[in-house]
């Protein structure tokens, strides 16, 4: 069943930075670690998707993304 955001969880989503409660974004690196970095500028994209700012698109948590890519 797909996630759909409703309009409060999308306000707290989208002021998170500036309410003081950066987003953290979680993955599983290739040798089974978790991963965790601070995500300020994660923003709504849709009523399922959230968009967010990957400083280095070559680093790890890309990398984590596209060998893991959903939980199961």
């Given at each position: 069943m797909?996630?759909v955001?409703?309009?409060?969880?999308?306000?707290?989503?989208?002021?998170a930075?500036?309410?003081?409660?950066?987003?953290?974004?979680?993955?599983?690196?290739?040798?089974?670690?978790?991963?965790?970095?601070?995500?300020?500028s994660?923003?709504?994209?849709?009523?399922?998707?959230?968009g967010?700012?990957?400083?280095?698109?070559?680093?790890?948590?890309?990398?984590?993304?596209k060998?893991?890519?959903?939980?199961?």
């Amino acid at each position: 069943m797909p996630v759909v955001l409703t309009p409060e969880i999308k306000e707290l989503v989208n002021n998170a930075l500036a309410s003081g409660n950066p987003l953290l974004l979680a993955v599983v690196t290739s040798d089974s670690k978790p991963l965790l970095s601070f995500r300020g500028s994660t923003q709504v994209y849709s009523d399922g998707q959230l968009g967010l700012w990957i400083r280095k698109a070559s680093g790890g948590t890309i990398e984590a993304i596209k060998a893991i890519p959903k939980s199961p």
